[in-house]
T-cell receptor, first 115, second 110 residues
């Protein structure tokens, strides 16, 4: 069974640009959540999608957005990039999401560097 | 106060040692407790998942939950150099969000 797949794995962007990251969850999983990981802040929850609807949202500015498609694949977008957005962005999938205590499985992440 | 506190380390131990990793949490409503292991430049992988107070064992790993003290632990017996990684505790809050500790960086020296 294939795991969570994230693309691209590495990317470099310039301040002010925007970026779109993609995530394919484990087959059969309907919940996709996104996390930002930095050395200073650790792993921070961005948002969770379930059946194409955003179910939960963390404390990030509106520049961070996401969506989920009917096949459960998800994308997240960061607009007007800032240097502080440089981080590892992790996608995780689970059968039904956190409200039921389901375990979540992470992808390898997308390393974003903003210069 | 952070919802989950974890000493970031780093923690360095000799091969074969017993390792104890700990987290404390502030909200008694947390119900599900997990430990993840993350190797450098990789995504976290699930190690242990517990629901109730008490111990859960899986090979060399034992997860312990004490809800009365709001304290969770991960013990690694006979530690190996391949155990060198960052270990993250994670708990589900009432809103269904998974909250992570800061992570403890562990190094096991041969």
């Amino acid at each position: 069974k294939a795991g969570v797949t994230q693309t691209p794995r590495y990317l470099i962007k310039t301040r002010g640009q925007q970026v779109t990251l993609s995530c394919s969850p484990i087959s059969g999983h309907r919940s996709v959540s996104w996390y930002q990981q930095t050395p200073g802040q650790g792993l921070q929850f961005l948002f969770e999608y379930f059946s194409e609807t955003q179910r939960n949202k963390g404390n990030f500015p509106g520049r961070f957005s996401g969506r989920q498609f009917s096949n459960s694949r998800s994308e997240m977008n960061v607009s007007t990039l800032e240097l502080g957005d440089s981080a590892l962005y992790l996608c995780a999938s689970s059968l039904a999401g956190g409200s039921s205590g389901n375990t979540i499985y992470f992808g390898e992440g997308s390393w974003l560097t903003v210069v | 106060q952070k919802e989950v506190e974890q000493d970031p380390g780093p923690l360095s131990v000799p091969e074969g040692a017993i390792v104890s990793l700990n987290c404390t949490y502030s909200n008694s409503a947390f119900q599900y407790f997990m430990w993840y292991r993350q190797y450098s430049r990789k995504g976290p992988e699930l190690l242990m998942y517990t629901y109730s107070s008490g111990n859960k064992e899986d090979g060399r790993f034992t997860a312990q939950v004490d809800k009365s003290s709001k304290y969770i632990s991960l013990f690694i017996r006979d530690s190996q150099p391949s155990d060198s990684a960052t270990y993250l505790c994670a708990l589900y809050n009432q809103g269904g969000k998974l909250i992570f500790g800061q992570g403890t960086e562990l190094s096991v020296k041969p």
